[in-house]
T-cell receptor, first 114, second 108 residues
Framework: DSGVTQTPKHLITATGQRVTLRCSPR?????VYWYQQSLDQGLQFLIQ???????AKGNILERFSAQQFPDLHSELNLSSLELGDSALYFC?????????????FGSGTRLTVV | QQPVQSPQAVILREGEDAVINCSSS?????VHWYRQKHGEAPVFLMI?????EQKGHDKISASFNEKKQQSSLYLTASQLSYSGTYFC?????????FGTGTSLTVIP
């Protein structure tokens, strides 16, 4: 157990629907990062939050949004889902906002859009 | 801005050594290394900060040459458990980028 909790582990939904992925960071970590990994592809950075504030944005579609709450858990909202959104979505956390520490990853949410 | 790793894939026999390289076109503040097994989350191996340091983790070590904007991961006396995809991660400014990945397979 890495200490980063992601729910749900699996999600199957239809095109056009909206889903919410949840992440609880490791205790003491203030930064949360969201990554998308399509089949046998690399890790695409979506967005980072640090202590409730958006810190960096990557290749996140306009249909996707995220937020970090006062208790530091984060949610990634995916709307108007398309088949191409099927992927593994990872959340990672770290103590700081920069790259001075390693990232701890959750076990991921596997999203299947049918 | 995504760091490029080489080789893309490598197959080793147990006990053999391997080197994975990571190159960036941008000045680097630090380099991370991760290993990901199929269908699982990436696992942090080590971080190297500016200063050309070399770190070790069991029989896995790494070096960081900030002038060349490169890092290398060394796996010695490979074990079956080393199989997976290795990613470097680089910090440039306040942005973090994962590398293109290297698939490593260790066979008996």
């Amino acid at each position: 157990d890495s200490g980063v909790t992601q729910t749900p582990k699996h999600l199957i939904t239809a095109t056009g629907q909206r889903v919410t992925l949840r992440c609880s960071p490791r205790s003491g970590d203030l930064s949360v990062y969201w990554y998308q990994q399509s089949l046998d592809q690399g890790l695409q950075f979506l967005i980072q939050y640090y202590n409730g504030e958006e810190r960096a944005k990557g290749n996140i579609l306009e249909r996707f949004s995220a937020q970090q709450f006062p208790d530091l858990h984060s949610e990634l909202n995916l709307s108007s889902l398309e088949l191409g959104d099927s992927a593994l979505y990872f959340c990672a956390s770290s103590p700081s906002s920069g790259g001075g520490y390693g990232y701890t990853f959750g076990s991921g949410t596997r999203l299947t859009v049918v | 801005q995504q760091p490029v790793q080489s080789p893309q894939a490598v197959i080793l026999r147990e006990g053999e050594d391997a080197v994975i390289n990571c190159s960036s076109s941008k000045a680097l503040y630090s380099v991370h290394w991760y290993r990901q097994k199929h269908g699982e989350a990436p696992v942090f191996l080590m971080i190297l900060l500016k200063g050309g340091e070399q770190k070790g983790h069991d029989k896995i070590s790494a070096s960081f040459n900030e002038k060349k904007q490169q890092s290398s991961l060394y796996l010695t006396a490979s074990q079956l458990s080393y199989s997976g995809t290795y990613f470097c991660g680089t910090v440039t400014g306040n942005q973090f980028y994962f590398g293109t990945g290297t698939s490593l397979t260790v066979i008996p």
